[in-house]
């Protein structure tokens, strides 16, 4: 049974460049998190995407913005890229329903370098 | 107020020992609670859920009191497999109905020493 999978490992950009980020939840799941995880701090909530909708937002500015796939599959993309936005991005897949819904099991994240 | 705060840390222990972690949250209507573990450079993972009644899972305890916004953790006779991070994390209501989002604290590093 596979897990939460990401894509890339690692990536590494400049400032003003766009990238964009893969996640395959865990096998039954439909429900998709994005975190943010800054050296040294705990994720930070960004959106959460259930049946291909921006379901919650958390804190974070328009350049990041997202998608949901009919197979659950998600993107994040981020737009004019600050050095601030390296950090570790952590997706998290749950089920909607029961027990399930309350756990979120993360992938291995992808680490973004902005130089 | 931070929504989530816990011990700075880090927590150096020596193997046998035990050690507590504790944790405040900000939003009184706060629902559900739980304790993530973080390995260096690994994703958080799900280490046990918080209940009102306080819960228990072989060497690790949790307890949770609502009217002071309070959370810990112990883990007795520690290992030294439990050196990793804990993340105190909360979900909460917000305007507008449920909450979905997971509000972590920035995490306590313990190490525990042979």
């Known amino acids: 049974d596979a897990g939460v999978t990401q894509s890339p490992t690692h990536l590494i950009k400049t400032r003003g460049q766009q990238v964009t980020l893969r996640c395959s939840p865990k096998?039954?799941?439909?429900?998709v998190s994005w975190y943010q995880q800054a050296l040294g701090q705990g994720p930070q909530f960004i959106f959460q995407?259930?049946?291909?909708?921006?379901?919650q937002r958390g804190n974070f500015p328009d350049r990041f913005s997202g998608h949901q796939f009919p197979n659950y599959s998600s993107e994040l993309n981020v737009n004019a890229l600050l050095l601030g936005d390296s950090a570790l991005y952590l997706c998290?897949?749950?089920?909607?329903?029961?027990?399930?819904?309350?756990?979120?099991?993360f992938g291995p994240g992808t680490r973004l370098t902005v130089l | 107020r931070k929504e989530v705060e816990q011990d700075p840390g880090p927590f150096n222990v020596p193997e046998g020992a035990t050690v507590a972690f504790n944790c405040t949250y900000s939003?009184?209507?706060?629902?559900?609670f739980f304790w993530y573990r973080q390995d260096c450079r690994k994703e958080p993972k799900l280490l046990m859920s918080?209940?009102?009644s306080g819960n228990e899972d072989g060497r690790f305890t949790a307890q949770l009191n609502r009217a002071s916004q309070y959370i810990s953790l112990l883990i007795r006779d520690s290992k030294l497999s439990d050196s990793a991070t804990y993340l105190c994390?909360?979900?909460?209501?917000?305007?507008?109905?449920?909450?979905?989002?997971?509000?972590f604290g920035k995490g306590t590093l313990l190490t525990v020493n042979p």
């Open positions: 998290a897949s749950s089920g909607d329903r029961g027990v399930a819904y309350n756990e979120q099991f």
């Open positions: 096998s039954g799941h439909d429900t």
């Open positions: 995407y259930y049946e291909e909708e921006e379901r």
């Open positions: 939003n009184s209507a706060s629902q559900s």
């Open positions: 918080v209940y009102s």
């Open positions: 994390v909360v979900r909460g209501l917000y305007s507008g109905g449920s909450n979905y989002k997971l509000t």
